[in-house]
């Protein structure tokens, strides 16, 4: 690529790849052309998902930022709409690459991986002489922020993860409820005896009892 990029003339080119979790596969290409490179065949134009109309700059990320990317497709008809904006995509891989065609305009070996990311959010705009969609990819590493809600130690929780596994159905260290300024339950006194007279002596015929 550094040898390739060096010469005179060069031909850039840039290369989405979309692996959608429905078994789809999006390979699109910034011009009108057509490329075989890493496993599969790039075009201008996918017949169903269309073509890319704009993308964000690439930036690396710093601090409290993931490194993310969004671009915006202009899909070929409102079946790829359907087709990419379905909830079950969501988090689907996203990669681009930058490449170099040597004067033969072949792919010169390797293009560079500028993002490898997972599909975040799709939004479609319709409206008169416009049908597009705006999508929003993120790095991995925006998981991160997840903020673990809805995380329990619970045996349904458990199965969530681990489906058939009952290492939490017998659990008996259950903590007790605490209320906190609302009348709790109401629970009857327990009377339990003890052995022992008044002042702490151990004869047998002294017995007491205590009422929680």
């Known amino acids: 690529m ?12 840039g290369a989405l790849q979309i692996d959608l979790k429905s078994g ?24 169903l998902f269309g073509t890319i109309a704009a993308i964000d700059t690439i930036e690396d990320g ?32 996203v990669r681009v690459w930058l490449g170099a065609l040597d004067t033969s305009y072949n792919v010169v070996a390797d293009p560079i991986l500028l ?32 903020n673990q809600e809805g995380v329990r130690l619970s045996p349904t929780f458990h ?6 596994e009952t290492g939490l159905d017998n659990i008996t260290g259950l903590e007790n409820k605490v209320f906190w300024g609302v009348m709790g339950e109401s629970v009857s006194p327990v009377t339990i005896g003890y052995v022992g007279g008044p002042s702490g002596g151990s004869g047998r015929g002294n017995s007491g009892a205590v009422q929680w």
């Not at 199965?159 to 058939?164: D, E, R």
């Open 2 to 13: 550094v040898t390739a990029l060096q010469a005179n003339p060069t031909t850039l080119f």
């Open 62 to 93: 710093f601090g409290d930022e993931a490194p993310a990317l969004s671009f915006n497709f202009i899909p070929a008809s409102g079946a790829s709409i359907a087709a990419l904006a379905v909830p079950a995509n969501q988090g689907s891989r």
């Open 159 to 164: 199965k969530s993860l681990w489906p058939g």
């Open 115 to 146: 993002f490898d990311g997972e599909l975040d959010q799709i939004t479609p705009t319709v409206g008169k002489d416009k049908r597009e969609l705006d999508v929003d990819a993120v790095s991995g590493m925006e998981r991160f922020f997840d």
């Open 24 to 47: 789809q596969t999006v390979r699109v290409l910034d011009g009108c052309a057509s490329l075989t490179f890493n496993g599969g065949t790039f075009t201008g134009l996918d017949p």
